[in-house]
């Protein structure tokens, strides 16, 4: 078996690490910037290094934001609704809901879901300061707008506990969305109908 010069194979060793690439893939696209122009992969290199270190959180949301910048865009809209709160897992389900165009209020990042068995609890997420912003008295309702899966559920639950005793409406997206999937998959009128038909969790 031919043996790839260590930088070829480093990089598809790299790659295969990302999400949804196999080694086939992988080589594939090492290969492509071989051959490619050395602009394209200076571009990339770029790209990469500027994803650390010319972005960060945003510290009230959480959500992504640019380094230099005190607060995200959201968060910054004096025209999003500060009454109403909508608690997703990720960056990536907020701009889901976001690509609808259907929800006014500004958004909390949890940046995971609980899972015991992974050894995440209520500490590894961002739920301390989520409760630290509704005890600020501005927040009536929190749409709790976790994925449809057992983690998601169970997060649901806690939230839902945790909140009710600080007086405000905690609500759910509806169950437009299927069982098992992401949010980050979820055509906008599929978001649409589930944040329309938002219920109390009971």
Known sequence: MPVLPEPIQNLITALERLPGIG????????????????EVSQLLADALQQLKT?????????NITRADQPQCEICADPKRDQTIL?????????????R?????????????????????GPENLKIRPLLERVRT???REVLVATNPSMEGDATALYLRQQLLPLGVRVTRLARGLPVGSDLEYADQNTILRALAGRQEMN
Not at 23 to 38: I, M, Q, V
């Open 86 to 98: 909508c608690v997703v897992e990720e960056p990536m389900d907020l701009l889901a809901l976001e």
């Open 54 to 62: 010319a972005t960060g959180q945003c510290p009230i949301c959480f």
């Open 137 to 139: 008295g501005q927040v």
């Open 23 to 38: 080694p086939k893939s992988a080589s594939r696209l090492a290969f492509f910037l071989l051959g490619a122009p050395d």
């Open 100 to 120: 609808t165009g259907g929800f006014p209020g500004r958004y909390h990042v949890l940046h995971g879901v609980l899972s015991p068995i992974e050894g995440i």
